[in-house]
T-cell receptor
């Protein structure tokens, strides 16, 4: 069974640009989660999508947005990039909306903002 | 509101020694608890989880954790550390009705030869 995949592996942008990160969940999983892992700040919840709808978002500004496609893959868009957006962005998927379900993580996209 | 506190951002033990990583949680209802491990330049991998039933949970790679409701703790242990255990470990909590998992800030485990 293929795991969660993310692309690109690395992304380098300059301040003010836009970044688009992509995630493909495990086959059969309908929920996709996005997390930001910045140096020294741990794992911060960004967004949760299920069945094409945004179900919840963390404490991030509106320039962080995303969507989920009919095939359950997802995009995370970050507009007007700032230096502090440099981080590892992790995507995770789970089979259903249940708090007891584990989340399966992808390898991440490392975004560097210069 | 749920929260997780991991005591110690960095723990160093000798190879063969006991590993103890501490996690305390706060939850208004019975929680679901998780330990994840992150190896360098990789995503997170589930080590073990507690949902209901037996409070001592065994996971992969010889790790186990015990849910102690009275202490609101879910500490992770391994009797004998191996060099390959060096990684970042995250404790996490969620609830049945929750829409997200709350992660702790992580504990980096180093193993001394």
């Amino acid at each position: 069974e293929a795991g969660v995949t993310q692309s690109p592996t690395h992304l380098i942008k300059t301040r003010g640009q836009q970044a688009t990160l992509r995630c493909s969940p495990i086959s059969g999983h309908t929920s996709v989660y996005w997390y930001q892992q910045a140096l020294g700040l741990g794992l911060q919840f960004l967004l949760w999508y299920d069945e094409g709808e945004e179900r919840n978002r963390g404490n991030f500004p509106p320039r962080f947005s995303g969507r989920q496609f009919p095939n359950y893959s997802s995009e995370l868009n970050v507009n007007a990039l700032e230096l502090e957006d440099s981080a590892l962005y992790l995507c995770a998927s789970s089979p259903e909306i249940a708090g007891c379900d584990e989340q399966f993580f992808g390898p991440g996209t490392r975004l560097t903002v210069l | 509101a749920q929260s997780v506190t991991q005591l110690g951002s960095h723990v160093s033990v000798s190879e063969g020694a006991l590993v103890l990583l501490r996690c305390n949680y706060s939850s208004s209802v019975p929680p679901y608890l998780f330990w994840y491990v992150q190896y360098p330049n990789q995503g997170l991998q589930l080590l073990l989880k507690y949902t209901t039933g037996a409070t001592l949970v065994k996971g992969i790679n010889g790790f186990e954790a015990e849910f102690k409701k009275s202490e609101t703790s879910f500490h992770l242990t391994k009797p004998s550390a191996h060099m390959s255990d060096a990684a970042e470990y995250f404790c996490a909590v969620s609830e049945w009705s929750a829409s997200k998992i709350i992660f702790g800030s992580g504990t980096r485990l180093s193993i001394r030869p």
